[in-house]
């Protein structure tokens, strides 16, 4: 991430957007602006905004994000670009005629000499900043705007999209429009300790807010720990059995030991395997748990590393 560029003598290959997800639409447009940088002898340059721009714009309808910032930082420093440009978003910054977005942002401070964006990109108020308008400012201030074609797979890829299926629970789209599963990052937090009392320690994570999550039950996960990815199953919601009506991520891992408290984890939703549900007596929520743990492992053959 960059608050401020270097001087970039040849100029820079600019990209601009939200990029929530970094789906494959996303990567195409980085990787044609990746391609056109390394042509020209340019730096590529990628501007988006924190917090996202609906947050601000339109806060009731804002919708909830597929990478929160620190995840999306992490997905984008995983591709080949130079340098990511992360604008606060405010008021200010919502109301700036395109015109001011492109002189100041755009030329003045990445230097830009050509611009790549994705099909439907629009910025500045009102999105006023369209195809037509960003060619004709091309013109003036003498930089070349590519337009990159959506990427298809059943329909247009779009982080619209991808949020309607995990809102659904339909993880192998989600998987597919991504192009890896799909994952939550966060610090493990200390539980009330209930899985070690009945034999099944378990991982916990506070769902951080504005990050969308797939409908409440058990999953089979994978999770990256301790420098290791291993297998695991995870209760995602309430714990209605102990009288927990509060919404936790509650990860039991396979074949794993160690102490995660205090330390960063990634998680991914490999498969739904039920609901959440209330059972009579701690005996029959562990007999549960076993019939889940195979599942979970059968699920999650070939993925991760099995004993």
Known sequence: MASELPPLPRGSVVTVGTFDG????HRAVIEELARRAERAERSSVLVTFEPHPAAVVRPEAAPARLTLAHERAAALAETVLDYVVV?????????MAPEEFVRSVLVRRCRVRELVVGHDHGFGRDRQGDRA???RLGQAEGFAVDVVAPVDDDGVISSSRIRQAIEAGDLATARRLLGRPYRISGRVVRGAGRGRSIGVP?????????KLLPPDGVYAVRVEAGGRTVGGMMNQGARPTFGDADRWLEAHLFDFAGELYGREVRVEWVKRLRGVRRFGSADELRQQLAHDREQARDALAGLVPQP
């Open 202 to 210: 378990t991982m916990n994570l506070a769902p951080p807010p504005g």
């Open 22 to 25: 970094v789906h494959r639409g």
């Open 133 to 135: 308008m960003l060619e």
């Open 87 to 95: 604008l606060r978003f405010d008021r200010a910054l919502a109301t």
